[in-house]
């Protein structure tokens, strides 16, 4: 039997021999490799980018909105009617184990108005907890104190697109902008978040203290309600298991009845960030499925190419088994030739998804975050495919007769 390494030596000099051919016939290799890492970098990019949007709200969030009310008979949906009290937050993180913080909260909107410069934008009134929970620093200025609360002091920490378009390159810092017409000091603002998982803007907010926001801004006639409890569990696991005990202290402290409805609504952000991830990955398994099918094309090339290079070689083969070379040597080189072309091809394919991966997202709006393993796995499956595809081949080829093959013209 021929060593391996002289195999190696003649299956790399035929290919040399017919450059042009080899490099066409790697062409669906590259093709392959490189869509398969393009479109997987996409598939990953689309998973980071939701985690990192999810990971902004805060992590292992239960949201709880008050109920709906009607009016004229149509429903008006979750949060149209105060069933929420402050209390509520504070006997959830008192009486439930799992849950780590509770923070009430009040949403409204309105306009602001500092000189000249106007916005609409959200208001949000609440307390200490909700950044907590966030997770969420000021970029400078400071949180609110116990006496803000208490004594519902009218002090604003602003979103960073609130800040730039009140105040521009102006520190915004003791300035007094009017929030729905009530002046009120800014105290400080927070750092740039962006949008978040359903899409809303983060830095578009402005934030004031809950008992400012329920006595001075909403006008409300109930004003210990709030329209949305924020809680944090301390495992993602604990959202599930927690939400069952919520709902038995809340319609105990609602003084429901067996045959009354909640009159709120618990929303499990674990699970439908879990549900987002799934999306996503069956999303880069369906690109990179589809991206794999040429890479198959490519295989069934090399094999096209390799039966044309066995009837143009038949001679020489048979003059390599007069020689002394066994079916096994002859099923080998082409076994060789195919495998070298497929991982020539897929080096190639890997550099040009590399580049690829990086000149995407400049191009477009696709994120796109490259692997290893997303590197690893398209090389290694082209190499596959050129075993596969050059199978058939080496087989015809290693089954010529001898003395038919040296009469072959």
Known sequence: MIEAKTIFKI????????????????????????????????????????????????????????????SG????????????????ADAI???????????????????IVYGNANWATNIVGTDNRYFEIKEWDLAYGRFFSENDIRSANKVVILGQTVAKELFGDIDPLGKTIRVKGIPFVVIGALTARGQSG??????????????????????????????LLMLQTYTPEDTYTSQDEISVLLRQRHNLGINKDDDFTIMNLTQFMEMMQNSTQIMTILLGSIASISLLVGGIGIMNIMLVSVTERTREIGIRMAIGAKRWDIRLQFLMEALILSLIGGLIGVAIGIIGVYILPILTSFPATLSTFYVVLPFSFSGFVGLIFGFFPAYKASLLNPINALRYE
């Open 11 to 70: 299956s790399a000099r035929a290919i040399e021999a017919n450059k042009m051919r080899s490099v066409l016939t790697s062409l669906g290799i590259i093709i392959g490799v490189a869509a398969v890492i393009i479109m997987l970098a996409i598939g990953n990019g689309a998973q980071i980018s939701l985690q990192n949007e999810m990971r902004s709200m805060g992590t292992n969030l239960v949201m709880i909105r008050s109920g709906s009310s009607t």
């Open 198 to 227: 359903p899409g809303q803007n983060q830095d578009d907010m402005i934030y004031i203290p809950l008992s400012t926001a329920q006595k001075k801004v909403s006008g409300s006639q109930f004003p210990d309600m709030v329209n």
């Open 73 to 88: 008979g149509a429903r008006m949906g979750h949060g149209s009617q105060p069933t929420l009290k402050n209390g509520d």
């Open 93 to 111: 993180q008192e009486k439930i184990s799992s849950v780590h913080l509770a923070v009430p909260v009040v949403n409204d909107s309105g306009q």
